[in-house]
C-alpha cells in the first residue's frame, strides 16, 4: 500500500494539516491505540477539544499506526513537497524516520531542489536525484503531449526545465 500527500503553501500555518491527510487512511480504530496517544491524536486533529496536544504522543500515535497497518504488507508512506508542510507536521514525520523500525514501512520525504531542508529534517538520510537525462525527458514529453511538439519546440523545454520532470510536464 502507498499513501502520498503534497504539502501546500496555503496549509503552512496550519498545525498538523499534512499530517492528518497522511494518516487519516490509517485511523482505522482509534481504540487500538493506547489512550493518551488515542487523545492526543484526536486533539491534534481536532476530533476532540483539548488543550494542545504532547507532540510525543502525537508522534507515539503516528508511528503506531503505519506500524499496525504494515502488518497486512508493505506500506509506504510518501510525502511531496515538504518545503511547504506545516511545522508540527514535519517535527512529527522527524520523530517518525528516526525511529521507525517496522518491517515492511516506509517513509519518503520530497523537497524541492532549490528549498532549504526544513528544520528538523537535517538528520534523516538523503539522497539527491540527479537530473533527467535528455532522452528520458524527451521520452517523457512524447508520452504526455497529445500532439508531439515541433522539434525546435520539444528541445527547447527540455533545455529549459533542466532535467526536472515536473517543470517540463507543467
Do not use: K
Amino acid at each position: 500500500q502507498t499513501i502520498m500527500v503534497s504539502g501546500y503553501e496555503s496549509e503552512i500555518g496550519l498545525g498538523f494539516a499534512a499530517l492528518h491527510r497522511l494518516v487519516l487512511p490509517l485511523l482505522g480504530d482509534l481504540s487500538e491505540l493506547p489512550a493518551p496517544q488515542r487523545d492526543a491524536l484526536a486533539v491534534a486533529f481536532g476530533l476532540e477539544s483539548g488543550t494542545p496536544p504532547n507532540r510525543l504522543l502525537v508522534g507515539l500515535a503516528t508511528m503506531a499506526l503505519p506500524e499496525r497497518t504494515a502488518r497486512n504488507g508493505p506500506l509506504l508512506c510518501v510525502v511531496d513537497d515538504v518545503q511547504w508542510v506545516d511545522q508540527e507536521t514535519l517535527d512529527t514525520l522527524a520523530f517518525v524516520a528516526r525511529r521507525l523500525d517496522a518491517e515492511g514501512v516506509g517513509v519518503i520525504l520530497g523537497l524541492r531542489r532549490s528549498g532549504l531542508v526544513p528544520t528538523g529534517l537535517s538528520s534523516i538520510p538523503e539522497h539527491r536525484l540527479p537530473p533527467m537525462s535528455e532522452q528520458d525527458m524527451r521520452s517523457l514529453l512524447s508520452a504526455a503531449a497529445r500532439t508531439r511538439p515541433a522539434p525546435q519546440v520539444a528541445a527547447r523545454l527540455i533545455t529549459e526545465s533542466e532535467g526536472n520532470p515536473l517543470a517540463l510536464l507543467e
